[in-house]
Protein backbone atom coordinates (compact mmCIF):
# COMPACT_ATOMS: atom_id res chain seq x y z
CA UNK A 1 0.00 0.00 0.00
CA UNK A 2 0.93 3.70 -1.08
CA UNK A 3 2.10 5.86 2.26
CA UNK A 4 1.30 8.88 1.44
CA UNK A 5 5.00 11.37 2.66
CA UNK A 6 5.28 12.80 6.11
CA UNK A 7 3.83 16.35 6.59
CA UNK A 8 5.71 19.59 6.84
CA UNK A 9 7.59 20.03 10.49
CA UNK A 10 4.95 21.06 13.09
CA UNK A 11 5.20 25.04 13.26
CA UNK A 12 5.51 26.47 17.09
CA UNK A 13 2.80 27.82 18.81
CA UNK A 14 2.71 31.38 19.41
CA UNK A 15 0.53 33.24 21.83
CA UNK A 16 -2.32 34.84 20.54
CA UNK A 17 -2.87 38.91 20.75
CA UNK A 18 -6.14 38.37 22.94
CA UNK A 19 -5.32 36.27 25.95
CA UNK A 20 -8.23 33.12 25.96
CA UNK A 21 -10.16 33.42 29.15
CA UNK A 22 -9.72 30.99 32.00
CA UNK A 23 -11.32 28.17 31.05
CA UNK A 24 -10.86 27.74 27.59
CA UNK A 25 -10.36 24.46 25.51
CA UNK A 26 -9.56 23.56 22.47
CA UNK A 27 -11.51 20.68 21.84
CA UNK A 28 -10.06 19.17 18.79
CA UNK A 29 -6.20 18.21 18.07
CA UNK A 30 -4.67 14.73 17.58
CA UNK A 31 -1.64 13.27 19.25
CA UNK A 32 1.00 10.98 17.40
CA UNK A 33 3.79 9.19 18.43
CA UNK A 34 6.36 8.80 19.95
CA UNK A 35 6.53 6.16 16.98
CA UNK A 36 8.33 3.87 18.90
CA UNK A 37 5.52 3.58 21.34
CA UNK A 38 2.58 4.07 20.09
CA UNK A 39 3.35 2.14 16.30
CA UNK A 40 0.93 3.24 13.56
CA UNK A 41 -1.61 1.09 11.81
CA UNK A 42 -0.18 -0.72 8.78
CA UNK A 43 -3.36 0.05 6.82
CA UNK A 44 -2.86 4.15 7.47
CA UNK A 45 -3.54 6.58 4.68
CA UNK A 46 -0.91 8.95 5.50
CA UNK A 47 2.38 9.02 8.14
CA UNK A 48 2.36 11.71 10.35
CA UNK A 49 5.47 13.51 12.44
CA UNK A 50 5.58 12.71 15.92
CA UNK A 51 3.38 15.19 17.79
CA UNK A 52 3.75 13.61 21.31
CA UNK A 53 1.58 14.56 24.50
CA UNK A 54 3.96 16.61 25.77
CA UNK A 55 3.76 19.03 22.71
CA UNK A 56 0.96 19.10 22.94
CA UNK A 57 0.62 20.42 26.41
CA UNK A 58 3.00 23.13 25.10
CA UNK A 59 0.44 23.89 22.48
CA UNK A 60 -2.11 24.08 24.75
CA UNK A 61 -0.32 26.71 27.34
CA UNK A 62 0.87 28.67 24.61
CA UNK A 63 -2.56 29.56 23.53
CA UNK A 64 -3.56 30.30 27.22
CA UNK A 65 -6.10 26.73 27.19
CA UNK A 66 -6.54 25.53 30.34
CA UNK A 67 -8.64 22.35 28.13
CA UNK A 68 -8.46 20.05 25.41
CA UNK A 69 -10.41 17.20 23.49
CA UNK A 70 -7.77 14.37 22.24
CA UNK A 71 -9.11 13.27 18.94
CA UNK A 72 -8.42 9.37 17.55
CA UNK A 73 -6.74 9.74 14.45
CA UNK A 74 -6.62 7.20 11.29
CA UNK A 75 -2.47 6.32 11.56
CA UNK A 76 -4.17 4.49 14.59
CA UNK A 77 -7.49 2.99 13.43
CA UNK A 78 -9.21 1.84 16.42
CA UNK A 79 -6.41 1.52 18.95
CA UNK A 80 -6.97 4.09 20.85
CA UNK A 81 -4.03 3.60 23.05
CA UNK A 82 -2.32 7.02 22.57
CA UNK A 83 -5.40 9.15 23.72
CA UNK A 84 -6.31 7.18 26.63
CA UNK A 85 -2.35 7.63 27.80
CA UNK A 86 -2.35 11.27 27.40
CA UNK A 87 -6.15 11.16 29.36
CA UNK A 88 -4.41 8.97 32.30
CA UNK A 89 -1.15 11.87 32.16
CA UNK A 90 -3.23 14.52 32.13
CA UNK A 91 -6.64 13.33 33.43
CA UNK A 92 -8.10 17.24 35.13
CA UNK A 93 -6.98 18.42 31.70
CA UNK A 94 -7.82 16.41 29.05
CA UNK A 95 -10.97 14.21 27.43
CA UNK A 96 -11.12 12.29 24.63
CA UNK A 97 -12.87 11.16 21.43
CA UNK A 98 -12.40 7.17 20.15
CA UNK A 99 -13.38 5.20 17.32
CA UNK A 100 -13.85 1.69 17.78
CA UNK A 101 -14.65 -1.09 15.74
CA UNK A 102 -18.81 -1.58 15.35
CA UNK A 103 -18.44 -4.95 17.41
CA UNK A 104 -17.30 -2.82 20.33
CA UNK A 105 -19.29 -4.35 23.67
CA UNK A 106 -20.97 -1.94 26.19
CA UNK A 107 -18.32 -2.79 28.62
CA UNK A 108 -15.80 -1.83 26.42
CA UNK A 109 -17.35 1.33 25.93
CA UNK A 110 -17.81 1.99 29.88
CA UNK A 111 -14.30 1.43 30.09
CA UNK A 112 -13.50 4.06 27.50
CA UNK A 113 -16.15 6.69 29.38
CA UNK A 114 -14.46 6.01 32.29
CA UNK A 115 -10.96 6.77 30.93
CA UNK A 116 -12.11 10.12 30.08
CA UNK A 117 -13.32 9.14 26.69
CA UNK A 118 -16.28 11.40 25.78
CA UNK A 119 -17.78 10.75 22.40
CA UNK A 120 -16.77 8.31 19.49
CA UNK A 121 -16.23 9.44 15.98
CA UNK A 122 -17.60 7.94 12.80
CA UNK A 123 -17.25 9.22 9.32
CA UNK A 124 -19.83 10.22 6.31
CA UNK A 125 -17.74 11.62 3.38
CA UNK A 126 -18.89 10.04 0.17
CA UNK A 127 -16.71 12.53 -1.79
CA UNK A 128 -13.59 12.14 -0.12
CA UNK A 129 -10.84 9.67 -0.22
CA UNK A 130 -8.50 7.83 2.14
CA UNK A 131 -10.96 7.73 5.14
CA UNK A 132 -12.36 5.22 7.67
CA UNK A 133 -14.74 3.09 6.91
CA UNK A 134 -16.34 3.62 10.30
CA UNK A 135 -18.92 5.42 9.29
CA UNK A 136 -22.83 5.98 8.66
CA UNK A 137 -23.74 1.53 9.47
CA UNK A 138 -20.72 1.53 12.11
CA UNK A 139 -23.18 4.67 14.31
CA UNK A 140 -25.72 2.58 13.27
CA UNK A 141 -24.68 -0.33 14.89
CA UNK A 142 -23.23 1.69 17.90
CA UNK A 143 -25.64 4.08 18.85
CA UNK A 144 -28.04 1.86 21.24
CA UNK A 145 -24.49 1.15 23.18
CA UNK A 146 -23.55 4.09 23.24
CA UNK A 147 -26.31 5.40 24.49
CA UNK A 148 -26.77 3.42 27.43
CA UNK A 149 -22.90 4.84 28.53
CA UNK A 150 -23.40 8.21 27.36
CA UNK A 151 -21.44 8.41 24.27
CA UNK A 152 -22.35 11.48 22.40
CA UNK A 153 -21.28 11.09 18.53
CA UNK A 154 -19.09 13.04 16.46
CA UNK A 155 -18.87 12.66 12.71
CA UNK A 156 -16.37 13.64 10.23
CA UNK A 157 -19.00 14.88 7.80
CA UNK A 158 -19.27 16.46 4.52
CA UNK A 159 -22.27 18.77 5.36
CA UNK A 160 -23.57 18.18 1.70
CA UNK A 161 -24.05 15.23 2.41
CA UNK A 162 -26.13 15.66 5.49
CA UNK A 163 -29.68 14.43 3.70
CA UNK A 164 -27.78 11.04 3.58
CA UNK A 165 -27.63 11.09 7.03
CA UNK A 166 -30.07 12.57 8.87
CA UNK A 167 -32.06 8.95 8.72
CA UNK A 168 -29.57 7.78 11.28
CA UNK A 169 -30.23 10.70 13.71
CA UNK A 170 -33.78 9.88 13.58
CA UNK A 171 -33.55 8.24 17.22
CA UNK A 172 -30.50 9.57 18.45
CA UNK A 173 -31.15 11.95 21.45
CA UNK A 174 -27.50 12.51 22.77
CA UNK A 175 -25.16 15.23 20.97
CA UNK A 176 -24.06 15.01 17.26
CA UNK A 177 -21.11 17.35 16.81
CA UNK A 178 -19.96 17.68 13.26
CA UNK A 179 -16.26 18.68 12.80
CA UNK A 180 -14.80 21.53 10.85
CA UNK A 181 -17.67 23.86 9.96
CA UNK A 182 -19.34 20.10 7.61
CA UNK A 183 -15.77 19.99 5.59
CA UNK A 184 -17.29 22.60 3.00
CA UNK A 185 -15.95 24.36 0.07
CA UNK A 186 -15.34 28.18 1.42
CA UNK A 187 -15.05 29.35 -2.51
CA UNK A 188 -18.91 28.39 -2.77
CA UNK A 189 -19.96 30.90 0.33
CA UNK A 190 -22.27 31.02 3.13
CA UNK A 191 -25.21 30.07 1.20
CA UNK A 192 -24.23 26.77 -0.32
CA UNK A 193 -26.57 24.01 0.85
CA UNK A 194 -24.13 22.33 3.26
CA UNK A 195 -23.81 25.71 5.22
CA UNK A 196 -28.03 26.44 5.34
CA UNK A 197 -28.57 22.98 6.17
CA UNK A 198 -26.08 23.15 9.06
CA UNK A 199 -27.45 26.42 10.32
CA UNK A 200 -30.94 24.95 10.10
CA UNK A 201 -30.10 22.16 12.57
CA UNK A 202 -28.40 24.14 14.61
CA UNK A 203 -31.11 26.79 14.85
CA UNK A 204 -33.51 23.58 15.86
CA UNK A 205 -30.92 22.31 18.53
CA UNK A 206 -29.95 19.05 16.74
CA UNK A 207 -26.54 19.17 15.96
CA UNK A 208 -23.34 20.80 17.17
CA UNK A 209 -20.67 22.25 15.17
CA UNK A 210 -16.83 22.75 15.74
CA UNK A 211 -15.69 26.13 14.10
CA UNK A 212 -12.11 24.15 13.91
CA UNK A 213 -10.26 24.12 10.57
CA UNK A 214 -10.64 27.15 8.37
CA UNK A 215 -7.58 25.84 6.13
CA UNK A 216 -9.63 22.79 5.42
CA UNK A 217 -12.45 25.04 4.23
CA UNK A 218 -10.76 27.60 2.50
CA UNK A 219 -7.06 27.21 0.14
CA UNK A 220 -6.35 30.63 1.22
CA UNK A 221 -3.51 30.86 3.44
CA UNK A 222 -2.64 32.24 6.15
CA UNK A 223 -5.96 34.20 7.01
CA UNK A 224 -8.89 31.61 4.65
CA UNK A 225 -11.05 34.81 4.34
CA UNK A 226 -13.62 32.88 2.94
CA UNK A 227 -13.83 30.90 5.49
CA UNK A 228 -15.10 33.33 7.60
CA UNK A 229 -18.42 33.87 6.26
CA UNK A 230 -18.79 30.23 7.31
CA UNK A 231 -18.37 31.01 10.80
CA UNK A 232 -20.71 33.95 11.03
CA UNK A 233 -23.13 32.20 9.70
CA UNK A 234 -22.89 29.12 11.82
CA UNK A 235 -22.58 31.00 14.78
CA UNK A 236 -25.03 33.20 14.21
CA UNK A 237 -27.26 30.47 13.70
CA UNK A 238 -27.08 28.70 17.49
CA UNK A 239 -24.44 29.64 19.40
CA UNK A 240 -24.79 28.03 22.49
CA UNK A 241 -23.79 24.63 20.25
CA UNK A 242 -20.62 25.98 18.50
CA UNK A 243 -17.30 24.87 19.97
CA UNK A 244 -13.33 25.76 18.52
CA UNK A 245 -10.58 23.60 17.81
CA UNK A 246 -7.50 23.72 15.92
CA UNK A 247 -7.14 20.46 14.33
CA UNK A 248 -3.37 20.40 15.25
CA UNK A 249 -0.76 19.29 14.15
CA UNK A 250 -2.79 19.66 10.71
CA UNK A 251 -2.50 16.37 9.58
CA UNK A 252 -2.76 15.51 5.42
CA UNK A 253 -1.21 18.91 4.45
CA UNK A 254 1.60 18.98 2.19
CA UNK A 255 2.34 22.62 2.10
CA UNK A 256 1.18 25.82 4.10
CA UNK A 257 1.49 24.41 7.72
CA UNK A 258 -0.88 26.87 9.92
CA UNK A 259 0.49 28.15 13.43
CA UNK A 260 -2.43 27.51 16.17
CA UNK A 261 -2.16 30.68 17.43
CA UNK A 262 -2.70 32.67 14.46
CA UNK A 263 -5.84 30.36 14.21
CA UNK A 264 -7.09 31.35 17.63
CA UNK A 265 -6.63 35.04 16.36
CA UNK A 266 -8.28 34.55 13.70
CA UNK A 267 -11.39 32.90 15.89
CA UNK A 268 -10.98 36.28 18.11
CA UNK A 269 -11.43 38.38 15.39
CA UNK A 270 -14.47 36.90 13.94
CA UNK A 271 -16.40 36.42 16.83
CA UNK A 272 -15.19 40.24 18.15
CA UNK A 273 -18.22 40.13 21.01
CA UNK A 274 -16.34 38.88 24.38
CA UNK A 275 -19.18 37.32 25.99
CA UNK A 276 -19.58 34.90 22.68
CA UNK A 277 -15.66 33.78 22.54
CA UNK A 278 -16.43 33.02 26.53
CA UNK A 279 -19.25 30.95 25.45
CA UNK A 280 -17.82 29.12 22.87
CA UNK A 281 -14.73 28.78 24.38
CA UNK A 282 -15.05 27.74 27.81
CA UNK A 283 -19.03 27.28 28.60
CA UNK A 284 -19.74 25.58 25.57
CA UNK A 285 -17.32 22.66 25.73
CA UNK A 286 -17.41 22.47 29.88
CA UNK A 287 -21.41 21.29 28.94
CA UNK A 288 -20.50 19.11 26.69
CA UNK A 289 -16.97 17.42 27.85
CA UNK A 290 -17.66 17.57 31.57
CA UNK A 291 -15.04 20.30 31.89
CA UNK A 292 -15.26 22.36 35.50
CA UNK A 293 -13.82 25.63 34.05
CA UNK A 294 -11.44 27.66 36.77
CA UNK A 295 -13.17 30.41 39.10
Not at 41 to 54: I, V
Not at 121 to 128: C, E, I, Q, S, V
Request: aromatic fraction near 8%.
Amino acid sequence: MDILPCMPPITPTCAPKIASPAGSCNTHFHIFGPASQFPYSPERAYTPPDAPLHAVLNMLDALGMDFGVAVQAHPYATDNSVVLDALRQAPERLRGTAIVKPDATVAQLQALVDAGIRALRFHHMPHGIGFSPLGMQSFAQLAPKMADVGLHAQFMLDANALDSALPFFKDWKLPIVIDHMGNVDGALGAQQPGVKALCRLLAEGRIWVKISGAYRVSAHYPDYPDAKPIHEALVAANPEQIIWGTDWPHPRLDCDMPEDGHLLDLFNAWTPDRLLRHQILVSNPAKLYGFKPKN
